[in-house]
């Protein structure tokens, strides 16, 4: 891995976001003030004066984190990552949430040869936000090497041992950053996807023609590719032509299966790489076979955790009836595509509603409500977010609903995993929702108001389930910033595309032939996609109808949040005066001036006032 990519990524991720200080602290300065000098020649390339700065800042505070991960890392660039790793394993201990100690340790490990623990602590840092993973995987040796190979081939299709003459199998498969990407989050850069489908490609044909692949190094890269496929939901498109072959390869193991002769590992690995083992017809029979650790983490996510989705789903409360017709086309999307599919939850620690609220809204006149809340996720998904509330508020009480019951069993599956038992699943319309016998303290409606039929009518139905002094968070779609949709949508209507998976498949494959990278990351995956540009109801809103809502119901704006740290300081400068991070008037202007401000969506909370 580069170092100075690495370095960098570590800044990035939260490592060096400290005041510079001074150089020299003073005879008796706190172990704050030592660290700050310690960054100060950090950033300068004085790393033995830094280590020097580290120690002392140690000796006066032994439990000082943030020395602790600087002092990891500089004895990790050192080459002592047996050291490196004991450092940062005692930050951690400290704060489990720290990115940058999950990236320095994960090098560590992978320096020492320690592949697993590496792909499992570079999998929390991009969880807690490790910035650009995807830039950091390009710039590994093996891969640029691989990227290379394929741009001077183009537009031929590189065999795999013409790819893996740039960079074998075994040396691609250690790169830990890489591994951990494929199996945990949705790649969206468009150079990485092209050589995902090349190795996909590659790889069928290298079966076809029967080459081996019992190499343990070769299984552990491409079950990786099986699960990066599995995550975006096969929404690489996929010539007649590898179909198939994909056929030949399901005929193979069939074969086999009816004759009780050994499947081979990477067949089941191919087809698992073109489609979901839960769909393969004898895919009941694979889990009674002996795999590798490696082939049968495939059949967990792949087969096993599909069919108990599937068998949970009966077990699902219904709150309401669905019969609106709206309700009805809505529901039947995420019955088809769940969404989003997710794999890792960030380390969360612990907090109140109250502190979590102190810290979110630090500049609003917020009345925090008690301990001991109700709260409230409408329209949960697949869970991520009910999930993240659950953990970081364990002592509430979390009801989640949503329309779609795949999309429930999903939650509930994840939320077993994690041990949660301050939440509850129930299936609901939320225009249904007032006939509810049970009132919130919070309500979290992110992402789902805007697919109704009617935004402000089950805003108003949600306020209804709200206590006094009540708050709510709201996410709704930015009309200002989804106009970079209008060209996609106005190509996909030209050539009559329709919300089915060949369909999807095919035509972003040709956005990206025409537009290269889009503007927008949920096009990389087949339910982000539908999600994104063909959902069958969405509405779009601006900042002054959020505030003549807000006006005309009684509630109080509490700000924007969920905002990256330079936006906010941007609009503090340009709108310095109290009170204006309440003020909608300099949001508007400030949103006209940068109209990506709010990425896709507007989030925001507000309060019931009392006599409402």
């Known amino acids: 891995m580069n170092?100075?990519?690495?370095?960098?990524?570590?800044?990035?991720?939260?490592?060096?976001?400290?005041?510079?200080?001074?150089?020299?602290?003073?005879?008796?300065?706190?172990?704050?003030?030592?660290?700050?000098?310690?960054?100060?020649?950090?950033?300068?390339?004085?790393?033995?004066?830094?280590?020097?700065?580290?120690?002392?800042?140690?000796?006066?505070?032994?439990?000082?984190?943030?020395?602790?991960?600087?002092?990891?890392?500089?004895?990790?660039?050192?080459?002592?990552?047996?050291?490196?790793?004991?450092?940062?394993t005692e930050a951690?201990?400290?704060?489990?949430?720290?990115?940058?100690?999950?990236?320095?340790i994960a090098i560590a490990y992978q320096a020492l040869g320690r592949r697993d623990e590496a792909v499992r602590h570079f999998t929390d840092a991009m969880a807690l936000g490790l910035r650009d993973p995807e830039m950091l995987v390009k710039q590994c040796a093996p891969v640029a090497a691989l990227l290379k190979c394929l741009s001077a081939a183009w537009p031929r299709q590189p065999t795999l041992?013409?790819?893996f003459g740039a960079a074998d199998a075994s040396t691609l498969a250690d790169e830990a950053l890489l591994l951990a990407l494929l199996q945990s989050k949705v790649v969206h850069d468009v150079e990485l996807e092209?050589?995902?489908?090349?190795?996909?490609?590659?790889?069928?044909?290298?079966?076809?023609?029967?080459g081996d692949g019992s190499d343990a190094d070769y299984l552990e890269l491409f079950c990786a590719l099986a699960q990066q496929c599995f995550l975006n939901e096969y929404v690489f498109a996929c010539g007649d032509a590898e179909q198939a072959q994909v056929r030949q390869v399901q005929d193979r193991i069939a074969s086999a299966v009816g004759s009780n002769v050994?499947?081979?590992?990477?067949?089941?690995?191919?087809?698992?790489?073109?489609?979901?083992?839960?769909?393969?017809?004898?895919?009941?029979?694979?889990?009674?076979?002996?795999?590798?650790?490696?082939?049968?983490?495939?059949?967990?996510?792949?087969?096993?955790?599909?069919?108990?989705?599937?068998?949970?789903?009966?077990?699902?409360?219904?709150?309401?009836?669905?019969?609106?017709?709206?309700?009805?086309?809505?529901?039947?999307?995420?019955?088809?595509?769940?969404?989003?599919?997710?794999?890792?939850?960030?380390?969360?620690?612990?907090?109140?509603?109250?502190?979590?609220?102190?810290?979110?809204?630090?500049?609003?006149?917020?009345?925090?409500?008690s301990a001991n809340l109700d709260i409230l996720v409408?329209?949960?998904?697949?869970?991520?977010?009910?999930?993240?509330?659950?953990?970081?508020?364990?002592?509430?009480?979390?009801?989640?609903?949503?329309?779609?019951?795949?999309?429930?069993?999903?939650?509930?599956?994840?939320?077993?995993?994690?041990?949660?038992?301050?939440?509850?699943?129930?299936?609901?319309?939320?225009?249904?929702?007032?006939?509810?016998?049970?009132?919130f303290d919070v309500i979290e409606a992110v992402g789902v108001l805007h697919h109704l039929a009617d935004p402000a009518a089950g805003w108003r139905r949600l306020l209804s389930l709200l206590r006094p002094h009540g708050l709510m968070l709201v996410g709704l779609y930015s009309a200002t910033a989804r106009q970079s949709l209008n060209a996609a949508r106005t190509f996909i209507a030209e050539r009559g595309y329709r919300a089915t998976a060949d369909d999807i498949r095919n035509c972003r494959h040709e956005l990206i032939q025409r537009f290269g990278t889009p503007p927008f990351r949920d096009f990389s995956s087949l339910s982000g996609c539908r999600d994104l540009l063909f959902n069958v109801m969405e509405h779009e809103f601006t900042i002054p109808q959020i505030a003549a809502f807000i006006d005309a119901n009684g509630l109080?704006?509490?700000?924007?949040?969920?905002?990256?740290p330079e936006t906010k300081k941007d609009f503090r400068?340009?709108?310095?005066?109290?009170?204006?991070?309440?003020?909608?008037?300099?949001?508007?202007?400030?949103?006209?001036?940068?109209?990506?401000?709010?990425?896709?969506?507007?989030?925001f909370w507000v309060q019931k006032r009392g006599d409402v």
């Open 3 to 88: 170092r100075k990519a690495r370095r960098a990524a570590a800044k990035q991720a939260g490592l060096a976001l400290s005041p510079a200080g001074q150089s020299n602290p003073s005879h008796g300065a706190s172990a704050d003030d030592v660290y700050a000098a310690a960054i100060s020649q950090y950033r300068n390339g004085a790393f033995v004066q830094a280590e020097n700065l580290c120690r002392l800042a140690l000796s006066r505070d032994p439990r000082h984190r943030r020395s602790l991960v600087l002092l990891g890392d500089v004895v990790q660039q050192g080459g002592r990552n047996k050291q490196a790793v004991k450092l940062l």
């Open 262 to 369: 050994d499947v081979a590992p990477l067949d089941v690995i191919v087809i698992a790489s073109y489609q979901p083992l839960h769909s393969f017809t004898l895919a009941h029979l694979l889990p009674t076979r002996s795999w590798p650790n490696v082939v049968d983490r495939v059949l967990q996510r792949q087969l096993r955790e599909p069919m108990q989705e599937l068998s949970d789903r009966l077990n699902i409360p219904s709150l309401t009836t669905v019969d609106d017709s709206t309700s009805l086309s809505v529901q039947n999307q995420y019955e088809e595509n769940p969404y989003p599919r997710w794999v890792i939850v960030p380390p969360i620690t612990p907090t109140t509603v109250a502190d979590y609220l102190r810290e979110e809204l630090g500049e609003s006149p917020v009345v925090l409500p």
């Open 573 to 603: 400068q340009e709108f310095p005066a109290t009170g204006a991070w309440q003020d909608f008037d300099a949001w508007a202007s400030f949103e006209r001036k940068h109209p990506l401000t709010f990425g896709n969506m507007y989030i």
């Open 194 to 210: 092209r050589l995902l489908i090349a190795l996909r490609r590659a790889l069928l044909q290298h079966v076809i023609a029967g």
């Open 556 to 564: 109080s704006f509490l700000g924007f949040t969920q905002l990256p």
């Open 92 to 104: 951690l201990a400290l704060n489990c949430a720290d990115a940058a100690a999950h990236d320095t």
């Open 378 to 439: 409408a329209g949960c998904g697949t869970g991520a977010h009910s999930i993240d509330t659950a953990l970081r508020f364990p002592q509430t009480r979390v009801l989640a609903v949503d329309i779609s019951r795949a999309s429930l069993a999903y939650a509930r599956r994840k939320s077993r995993e994690l041990g949660l038992t301050n939440i509850d699943y129930g299936q609901a319309d939320i225009l249904k929702l007032a006939a509810l016998d049970q009132r």
């Open 161 to 163: 041992a013409e790819l």
